[in-house]
């Protein structure tokens, strides 16, 4: 199920929360009359601010989102997750389609963290469990990778994800959703995209 967190004491750094306000370009006052009610940023003699090294709540990411859904659409949820890898962390191996899929779930635990731990160690490669994963399956002898995404996360957003990093190694990629399978929309517990080249 979509906008609601699996665990308690889970935060997202401001980095990758500026996606929303990144996404909605020229309608930034948009984005803090949203993330500012769901708790997240602050307003300054500057106007709205979201701090790069500060953490925020997922519970109120997710609220964020969900308002998103309701008042703006999914097309704008799309959108915010083609803005992810421009402005979260991602592992510095990715070289092609593959290594890019494989990346999303390490660089999702990079980006989010548990109780004060981030949640994934590049150091150890030890990962916290607790918000989910970006599945990833390459399907023998075919251009396809299977990715099922079990997160809090709404199922547009995964798509822009997984969009714009297969789209950046393999231009002629697409992506869908799996509509044979359960989706988060719906009530399910995890989506299913496949991507094709």
Request: overall charge negative; glycine content about 8%.
């Amino acid at each position: 199920m979509q906008f609601i967190a699996f665990e308690s004491g889970i935060e997202v750094n401001g980095q990758t929360v500026y996606s929303i306000v990144d996404a909605l370009g020229s309608f930034k006052k948009l984005a803090h009359e949203i993330l500012l009610p769901s708790g997240i940023g602050n307003m300054t003699k500057n106007g709205y601010e979201i701090k790069m090294d500060e953490w925020y709540s997922q519970t109120s990411w997710l609220r964020a989102f969900e308002m998103i859904a309701k008042e703006i659409g999914e097309a704008t949820l799309k959108r915010i997750g083609t803005k992810i890898p421009e402005n979260a962390k991602f592992p510095p191996w990715v070289k092609d389609i593959d290594s890019a899929i494989k990346s999303i779930d390490i660089a999702y635990h990079m980006n989010h963290r548990k109780n004060g731990t981030i949640m994934f160690d590049p150091d150890t490669g030890k990962m916290l469990e607790g918000i989910g994963h970006y599945g990833y399956e390459r399907i023998e002898n075919e251009n396809m990778i299977i990715s099922k995404c079990k997160n809090p996360y709404p199922d547009s957003f995964d798509l822009g994800i997984i969009t714009a990093m297969a789209k950046r190694f393999e231009l002629k990629a697409n992506i869908y959703h799996d509509d044979s399978k359960e989706c988060r929309k719906n009530g399910g517990e995890s989506c299913t995209y496949i991507i094709t080249w």
